[in-house]
T-cell receptor
Framework: GQNIDQPTEMTATEGAIVQINCTYQ??????LFWYQQHAGEAPTFLSY??LDGLEEKGRFSSFLSRSKGYSYLLLKELQMKDSASYLC??????????WGAGTKLIIKP | GAVVSQHPSRVICKSGTSVKIECRSL??????MFWYRQFPKQSLMLMAT?????????EQGVEKDKFLINHASLTLSTLTVTSAHPEDSSFYIC????????????FGPGTRLTVL
């Protein structure tokens, strides 16, 4: 079956760095997305990776290893507004998104 | 980026009534739109794929007679929850693929449905 695993909850300190991991098993693979979702709001797009390696975009970076079925989202210089759920989603061979359950990130002062 | 709107943002209704939720792509055309449901502290669950001019494709376990989807134009898809019950209370989100070749999804702001 198809499956996405990511931690349920993580806690970090303002100004620090946090890495949110995601492992996936899908029927075929056409890329991996990271979305941010604040409570009660719709998800917003953060990143897309389809090739191995690190993609950097400001304070956020996303990494992909296709051979390991693994990705992570790296958040630097954490701010209180980064408190949210972070959703990992893989695109399978039919271009259907397979969603993880999300990682709730709690930022403490 | 592309903008998707949803209306209403919040609705409270009595059990047994029907509720219509609209999803519009504001600055682009969407031949396909997706409808998701999200229960508290859970991930998005794809309910159906809405196709302009044809019948929607429903995911396994989603009742097509209860969740009516109409995609009458390239910018509008509607989801009607018929004879709503308290267990239908959820956050309903629509999305549409953008123009990027990697099929990035643009999400509407969501509709919070509460059935009393």
């Amino acid at each position: 079956g198809q499956n996405i695993d990511q931690p349920t909850e993580m806690t970090a300190t303002e100004g620090a760095i946090v890495q949110i991991n995601c492992t996936y098993q899908t029927s075929g693979f056409n890329g991996l997305f990271w979305y941010q979702q604040h409570a009660g709001e719709a998800p917003t797009f953060l990143s897309y990776n389809v090739l191995d390696g690190l993609e950097e975009k400001g304070r956020f970076s996303s990494f992909l290893s296709r051979s390991k079925g693994y990705s992570y989202l790296l958040l630097k210089e954490l701010q209180m507004k980064d408190s949210a759920s972070y959703l990992c989603a893989a695109l399978d061979s039919n271009y259907q998104l397979i969603w993880g359950a999300g990682t709730k990130l709690i930022i403490k002062p | 980026g592309a903008v998707v709107s949803q209306h209403p943002s919040r609705v409270i209704c009595k059990s047994g009534t029907s509720v219509k939720i609209e999803c519009r792509s504001l600055d682009f055309q969407a031949t396909t739109m997706f409808w998701y449901r999200q229960f508290p502290k859970q991930s998005l669950m794809l309910m159906a794929t809405s196709n302009e001019g044809s019948k929607a494709t429903y995911e396994q376990g989603v009742e097509k007679d209860k969740f009516l989807i109409n995609h009458a134009s390239l910018t509008l898809s509607t989801l009607t929850v018929t004879s709503a019950h308290p267990e239908d209370s959820s956050f309903y989100i629509c999305s549409a693929p953008g123009l990027a070749e990697y099929n990035e999804q643009f999400f509407g702001p969501g509709t919070r449905l509460t059935v009393l």
